[in-house]
């Protein structure tokens, strides 16, 4: 699904510019962030790079010990985690060959829910111990930065920077505010801050059923926009069920040469489909936007493609206050994220498999694993 290995190197090149996104779990730091009372937790974790059919094999449970809280840092004891298409795509290496050093092992995922374990006298007042918090793990700032856990949400516990935390409202499970960090902060930055998308503008979104789309869709749709998608036939239902939106049926008709499709004021890609950015020019408004998540075809700069009003491959900055208005959002039912049921497990094999259909993409919504009940 999605793009070749090519594309996959091209968001290692984009990260590395961002500097945005760290990836990093080295051994001999942890020291910093300590062993809590000498406790073990169980982790899903690799040990070395792996891609192609088999990628998966590289994963294992495995122990390490509990962290332990530090100012600015919580420990976090994981009720549930969810997958992403990076998670497969760092774990196939392509980080490290952009020259972002990875060591291992890696703990496995970056969307957690749970409740605080373990915290600094400084930041309990914000974050007391047993709150319900979720978030992001992606790390922010420069790679291997001193002291700054990345990744690691398929694990008992996790350490995050509490500038990373938002409390989860109690009206959502744990399994829906993991599933809703990463691609609900995307599908919003990509609607309200790189398209800016406004009531009675006309928006295409690539993608209605990524899960990032699918979110997209109903931000747009509640901005007041006029929204068309593409989707395969299997998703129509379910993207019918997202409001008043135009589908596109991408497997059979192309959206750049359809009648209705023309002066349109934002097109919004979450799928890197072959030739967007070129198709997108000719169905754009001269002071149109592009956004892609997916592919690379426009570049890094939002300004380069003048009088485009915006125009380049975005990369998420994970925000609290997002966070919070996405679930806030979730928990009074104005946004739906399905959830592909039976949720995975917290085991060698579930997360395996959890990996492996994400990898496939046969899913609609997103998947997620209970790790503590
Ligand atoms: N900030 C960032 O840079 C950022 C953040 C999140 C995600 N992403 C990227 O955005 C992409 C989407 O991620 P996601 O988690 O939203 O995906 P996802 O939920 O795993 O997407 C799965 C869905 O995509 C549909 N799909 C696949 N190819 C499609 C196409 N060409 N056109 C329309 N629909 C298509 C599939 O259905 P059918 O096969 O039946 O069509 C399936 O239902 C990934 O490449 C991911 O790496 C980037």
């Known amino acids: 699904m999605f793009r070749s290995s090519w594309y996959l190197f091209l968001l290692s090149i984009n990260l590395l510019q961002a500097q945005s996104f ?33 990628f998966t094999s590289v994963m294992q449970m495995s122990n390490q010990p509990i962290p332990k809280a530090k ?15 990076i998670d497969f795509k760092v774990m196939g290496g392509f980080l490290t060959g952009a020259g972002w ?29 047993d709150t319900n918090v ?18 690691g949400a398929f694990a008992e516990y996790i350490a995050v920077p509490v500038s990373r935390l938002s409390v989860k409202p109690d009206a959502i499970s744990h399994e829906l505010a993991a599933a809703s960090a990463l691609v609900g902060t995307t599908a919003h930055q990509i609607v309200n801050q790189c398209a800016n998308v406004q009531k009675d503008e006309k928006v295409l979104i690539l993608g209605g059923a990524t899960s ?8 747009a749709l509640q901005n007041g926009a006029k929204v068309w998608t593409t989707a395969s036939p299997r998703n129509k239902e ?26 349109i004021d934002a ?49 998420l900055a994970n925000d609290p206050v997002v966070q919070n208005e996405i679930a806030q959002a979730l928990a009074n039912g104005k946004l739906k994220i399905p959830l592909v049921e039976p949720f995975y497990s917290f085991t060698e094999q579930d997360a395996k498999d959890m990996l492996a259909a994400q990898a496939k993409g046969a899913h609609t919504g997103k998947l997620v694993m209970s790790i503590s009940n």
């Open 134 to 151: 979720f978030g992001v793990q992606w790390g922010q700032g420069k790679h291997d930065e001193e002291d700054q856990p990345v990744g």
């Open 101 to 129: 050093s990875m060591p291992f092992p890696f703990v496995v995922g970056y969307d957690f829910s749970g409740v605080i374990y373990d915290i600094s006298s400084e930041d309990a007042e914000a974050f007391p111990k």
């Open 267 to 315: 097109v919004i890609d979450t799928t890197g489909e072959e030739g967007g950015w070129e198709h997108a020019q000719k169905v754009l408004k001269a002071d149109g936007s592009f956004v892609s998540i997916a592919a690379f075809d426009v570049g890094f700069d939002p300004s380069g493609h003048a009088p485009k009003k915006y125009a380049a491959f975005h990369c």
């Open 212 to 219: 990032v789309g699918m979110i997209a869709v109903q931000l």
């Open 71 to 85: 100012p600015g840092i919580a420990v976090v004891k994981v009720m549930a985690a969810a997958s992403n298409p």
């Open 22 to 54: 760290i990836i990093k779990s080295n051994p001999s730091k942890e020291t910093s962030l300590q062993a809590n009372m000498g406790l073990d937790m169980k982790t899903i974790q690799y040990n070395e790079n792996k891609s192609g059919e088999d």
């Open 238 to 263: 379910f993207v019918e069920s997202l409001g008043d939106v135009n589908i596109i049926n991408y497997r059979q008709d192309k959206w750049w040469e359809m009648d209705d499709v023309q002066n």
